[in-house]
């Protein structure tokens, strides 16, 4: 009964969502008050439902109901509490649900923090979230019903997958859907200032911070699966150009680009049709990722249970591509820009280089990604683009960009003089030649020698503004170190948590170029008490350790790491096999790991002889991978910085946009 | 964005719809087939994938399994006779309730020119065989390796019945264990041949 209910819910929310679209639309085209507010009620009200309809699936799942289909196929008595929970988004119908409870909650969100801003904007951003709500309900409705009850009452559910009963795999959904999911709002703003023809800057001010936490989330859900597939997965690595990998990452591409490119139409007035675009292309690709992964059309470690979702995917992507484009069309002429660029080395120069990088990586991982599937459509032969291919062509293209984060922040607006570029070039250039030097004498490698020395220049660029930065404020007001980057960060948390990312993007590259150049690795079979030397480690086995868990048993290889030239104990660690009992034919493997700031012994346990006496394994030494996490917490922390609102800013963003609601500002 | 810029000088009035230059009808038009050329070949893609993995309505997709007695049978080589397929675990509760019925049926069935095949779905080989052991069952079963043949035919979970006739039709999909002996006769003479 409740069931029932639960999909009545759904249906009642996809009618309340054509309402509000239809008052969203025709309210912002009339101006019409009562319109616009009835948008903004019934995007609270989507929002109310979808999340009481997610209520009833939790509660469906935490309180073991097999006859609803989903719950028998995603979940067990036996799993634990924590994984019944996170089963909401470990199938299907779950997780377009999960995705639905977040957008319509981002869309209440903009809605109440924009209730008394941009009165024009509003109902159409409000109609245009409305619109990608409606499109996810139909799906939920039509195509893949979480309510659907079984014919029977089951005994017992199938039991989660096994690879998602881990703890980095129930938060990656999240953060990658808080991320995903979140891009909308931005793209829904574009949309509302094409339509409303308020392509000043109003929107892009407003949107940035709606860009920038997404992206935050975005960003830290890409490193999280990075994590996952590093501790889960078992090949050593931690990304492998899997379709279902760009598809999170080419968004994550565009919504960078976009978030540096908007700074230059506020500043100068510029690339206002490129803005519209990027942020209409980071959303299609978002649409577009989601259907990749759920239709089966491209083959990926991450097989999602098929359902018939694919046509209405393709349609929604057919209204976003055109729609998009006839309406980009038609407001070309009122999309000028101010200005022109005066020089190359300006600041507005090196961000269209960004920009151009961007675009090239998101372009070579598109073609890459979509390129199989192509030709095996017209030549009939699958031709697998793999690693090498997108490490080849995105590899230059990423170095370039990272010079290019080093260099950007020392240029001025317009132009730059000689004087000041020798002053802001000498240290960093220095530094970078030195570190490149120093690892090409040390280890004879030429690209990881040109690698890290454009990390070092990059690094040292950031450095320096903060020296600067800080001693700047010591001199006029004699602060302490602490309190002038206190300060820093609180008064010019743009500039300054924006370098904070830089360095974490440095600190994560730096861990890339290490891992990709220096890894070590080796296959051995060891009998109990015998022992293999691995770069500066000597690794011994010492037993088998099965250990019996709820749901599954857990097999640890016990091994001690001594460092090899004086013998000295570093540590023991235990890589393990889990069998499930639902699923024993699909052991997962939790890797032996031991983490230093230098490199990390990584050891995966492939099988063993009947009770132990000989096992396999796979070895490596990682250098340099810890860097990638600590980067990834520092590029949160600097989102979070750049995003803070700051007392005093909200108070004259507060005055412009009273100012502009009197019609007393330039507009 | 050069091609941008150059719609941008060429349009003489801000209010005025964009006038169409030549170049600048070429370049949306390039823009604009790319993207046409993108969904088309994805939706060919999608339909490509569904006509091969959707098949669970039509036709039987074809499979090839080994059974636990080693013998090798294929779907193919059962033409023009009815063929029940079911999916079954040892560890599935409702597959118990089923297999008593599975056996009568085939051993009433098999001189009538039906087939019954059991495919194991994510199963250990001790535990089945001590399954099939517990129930005497004697027609062929054997593993669902890689689950290849579960993931054609779609299957929600264990047990799942698929009723296939002597044209390789599938007439019946059963979801959940076949518990009335009615139900049972009623599909077998929908594709006794």
Known sequence: MIFHIGYLILITAAVLAVFGMIAGFWGGRQRNVKLALSSYHAVYAVAGLVSLAAAILWYALLTDRFEVAYVWNHSERALPVFYKFSALWGGQAGSLLFWLLILSGFGAAAAFANRRRHWALMPYVNAVMLGTSLFFA?????????????????????????????????????????????????????????????????????????????????????????????????????????????????????????????????????????????????????????????????????????????????????????????????????????????????????????????????????????????????????????????????????????????????????????????????????IGAATGVAIWLLYDAGYPAIGLAACAFAAATIVQEYVRGVQARRITSGESIPAAMGNLWRRNGRRYGGYLVHLGIVLIATAVIGNEFFQQNTNVTLANGESVTLGRYEIAYTGLEPNRKVNHIEYGARLMIFDQKSGKTLGSILPRRNIYDKTPEQPTSEVGLRMTLLEDVYVVLNGWETGGSTATFTMYVNPLTIWMWIGGLVLVLGTLVASWPHPGRRRSEAAASIAYAVGSAGD | MADLSDIRSETPD????????????????????????????????????????????????????????????????????????????????????????????????????????????????????????????????????????????????????????????????????????????????????
């Open chain 1, 138 to 430: 139909i799906l939920l409705i039509f195509a893949a019903n979480p309510f659907r009850l079984a014919s029977f009452v089951p005994q017992d559910g199938q039991g989660l997958n096994p690879l998602l009963q881990n703890y980095w795999m129930v938060l990656h959904p999240v953060m990658l859907y808080l991320g995903y999911v979140g891009l909308a709002v931005p793209f829904a703003f574009a949309v509302g200032a094409l339509l409303s023809k308020r392509l000043d800057n109003e929107w892009v001010r407003t949107v940035r911070r709606w860009t920038l936490i997404p992206w935050m989330f975005l960003s830290a859900g890409i490193l999280m699966g990075s994590q996952w597939a590093y501790m889960e997965l078992g090949w050593g690595g931690y990304w492998a150009w899997d379709p279902v990998e760009n598809a999170s990452f080419l968004p994550w591409l565009t919504a960078t680009a976009f978030l540096h490119s908007i700074v230059v139409q506020e500043q100068r007035g510029i690339l206002k049709v490129w803005n519209v675009t990027l942020i209409w292309m980071t959303y299609f690709l978002v649409i577009l990722g989601t259907f990749t992964t759920r239709s089966g059309v491209l083959e990926s470690v991450h097989s999602f249970a098929r359902s018939d979702v694919g046509p209405f995917f393709l349609v929604f992507m057919v209204i976003i591509l055109f729609g998009f484009l006839w309406l980009l069309f038609k407001r070309l002429p009122l999309l000028r820009d101010e200005q022109a660029i005066e020089s190359y080395t300006s600041r507005e120069a090196a961000f269209m280089a960004n920009n151009w990088l961007f675009a090239g990586i998101a372009f070579a991982t598109l073609w890459g990604t979509f390129f199989p599937m192509f030709s095996e459509i017209l030549t009939g032969d699958r031709i697998s683009v793999a690693a090498p291919f997108f490490n080849k062509v995105n590899g230059p293209l990423f170095l370039l960009l990272i010079l290019l984060m080093g260099a950007a922040p020392l240029l001025g607006w317009r132009r730059t003089s000689r004087q000041a570029f020798r002053k802001q070039f000498t240290w960093p250039t220095l």
């Open chain 2, 14 to 193: 801000a209010q005025a719809p964009a006038p169409a230059s030549g170049m600048v009808v070429v370049w949306r038009a390039i823009f604009v087939g790319i993207l046409v050329l993108f969904v088309v070949l994805l939706a060919w893609r999608l339909w490509d994938t569904n006509k091969s993995e959707h098949r669970a309505s039509g036709m039987a997709p074809p499979f090839t399994f080994t059974t636990f007695e080693g013998e090798t049978i294929s779907l193919d080589d059962l033409q023009g006779q009815g063929v029940v397929v079911n999916f079954w675990a040892s560890w599935c509760d409702p597959c118990r309730d089923e297999a008593a019925l599975l056996e009568q049926a085939w051993r009433r069935e098999k001189d009538n020119g039906i087939v019954f095949i059991g495919l194991d779905y994510l199963d250990q080989e001790p535990a089945a065989k001590a399954y099939l052991a517990e129930f005497g069952v004697t027609y062929p079963n054997g593993p669902d390796l890689r689950s290849e043949a579960a993931r054609r035919y779609g299957i929600k979970g264990v047990p799942e019945t698929f009723f296939i006739n002597s044209a390789g039709e599938i007439v019946q999909t059963v979801i959940g264990p076949i518990v009335n002996e009615a139900q049972m006769e009623a599909y077998l003479a929908e594709i006794r041949p």
